[in-house]
């Protein structure tokens, strides 16, 4: 089955700086990675994806990249903001089903 | 997006009873997806589960402790039966929202004492 990992395991920075957030995955035939945020007591919300046919996917803040060849995207989130802070979750599409990374929690000091 | 209604919200049980759990969604769907996610973990596949079929288990998973139905197109249950405090955690159900992604529902807190 698919293997995701996921790193850095926890992730703190000032805020207005970058954070990035990178994956890896083990199957090649897998062809749809969303980005999930999870806040405290709250549900995994969809903030971006990206399919395997695009390379880079940017909507406002926060993009996505994937090297297909190389088995990993990332996540990018510029100018952060106090509320940036929550737990990400990667996920790897394949067979009909997500397999998520063990997830990142990014920490914006003000 | 599809919009998942999910209940209990949260629930306090006995050792050894059984919790159902059950999830509406908006729209119909093939697949409805049960995840679990102990604290401070991430989110673990238990089982997929597709109108007129058995529901697909994950490695470690059975039946017997997760039993889940899947009557029509918009709902399902998981079961969490025999409860030991090790299953105390978050369980969620999710669908494909086609467009929009993979949808969760707001979640299950279940404690069992």
């Known amino acids: 089955g698919e293997n995701v990992e996921q790193h850095p395991s926890t992730l703190s920075v000032q805020e207005g700086d970058s954070a990035v957030i990178k994956c890896t995955y083990s199957?090649?035939?897998?062809?749809?990675f969303p980005w999930y945020k999870q806040e405290l007591g709250k549900r995994p919300q969809l903030i971006i994806d990206i399919r395997s046919n695009v390379g880079e996917k940017k909507d406002q803040r926060i993009a996505v990249t994937l090297n297909k060849t190389a088995k990993h995207f990332s996540l990018h989130i510029t100018e952060t903001q106090p509320e940036d802070s929550a737990v990400y979750f990667c996920?790897?599409?394949?067979?009909?089903?997500?397999?998520f990374g063990a997830g990142t929690t990014v920490t914006v000091r003000a | 997006s599809a919009v998942i209604s999910q209940k209990p919200s949260r629930d306090i049980c006995q050792r050894g009873t059984s919790l159902t759990i059950q999830c509406q969604v908006d729209s119909q769907v093939t697949m409805m997806f049960w995840y679990r996610q102990q604290p401070g973990q991430s989110l673990t596949l238990i089982a997929t589960a597709n109108q007129g079929s058995e529901a697909t288990y994950e490695s470690g998973f059975v039946i017997d402790k997760f039993p889940i139905s899947r009557p029509n197109l918009t709902f399902s249950t998981l079961t969490v039966s025999n409860m030991s405090p090790e299953d105390s955690s978050i369980y969620l159900c999710?669908?494909?929202?086609?467009?929009?992604?993979?949808?969760f529902g707001s979640g299950t807190r279940l404690t069992v004492v």
């Open positions: 199957d090649s035939a897998s062809n749809y």
């Open positions: 996920a790897a599409h394949n067979d009909y089903k997500l397999s």
């Open positions: 999710s669908v494909d929202g086609g467009h929009y992604g993979y949808t």
